[in-house]
């Protein structure tokens, strides 16, 4: 169940990636996945200013803590057991295999080089490669799974 769970929430993830860019409107909302290369000249160009939003990382991380705490809560209870550290672990599983996917699959190889997310004034590849903004983000959110994995494998184990 947890592998089926994981191909889900993955494909699922990878779903809401694609759709939600392809477009300048849509992706200056990543405007925090950019390079610092490319964030100065989005800062630069008139016509993005106020279409895109610099949030604290703290703040970010603690939206994205809650957001899936609460999802892997509701996918923990369909592979829930009576101890603890089989959610744990199970639910410790699923968020670092989603995070791996996020780096390798999303990040690393779609992101940096589908066309999805390039802006129209700012068309360089070339700027879009470095991936310091990714691996940073998959070792913030290697954190992140460990704190949801103990809380929910926690909650799971008091039903």
Not at 92 to 121: C, H, Q, S, Y
Request: aromatic share 16%.
């Amino acid at each position: 169940m947890l592998v089926i769970e994981t191909v889900i929430l993955c494909s699922a993830f990878f779903g809401l990636c694609f759709f939600g860019t392809g477009t300048d409107e849509k992706n200056l909302r990543h405007y925090l996945s950019y390079p610092d290369e490319v964030q100065k000249q989005i800062k630069e160009i008139r016509e993005y200013q106020g279409k895109y939003k610099e949030t604290g990382r703290f703040a970010a991380w603690i939206a994205n803590f809650l957001l899936f705490a609460i999802l892997f809560l509701l996918l923990g209870i369909f592979i829930r057991q009576a101890n603890f550290m089989h959610n744990f672990i199970n639910l410790l599983i699923l968020g670092e295999m989603l995070n791996a996917f996020d780096l390798i699959v999303i990040d690393l190889i779609w992101w940096r080089n589908t066309k999805r997310i390039r802006l129209l004034k700012i068309p360089q590849k070339e700027l879009y490669q470095n991936p310091k903004k990714h691996i940073e983000a998959f070792l913030r959110a290697l954190v992140l799974y460990f704190f949801v994995a103990v809380l929910d494998g926690y909650l799971l184990a008091l039903f």
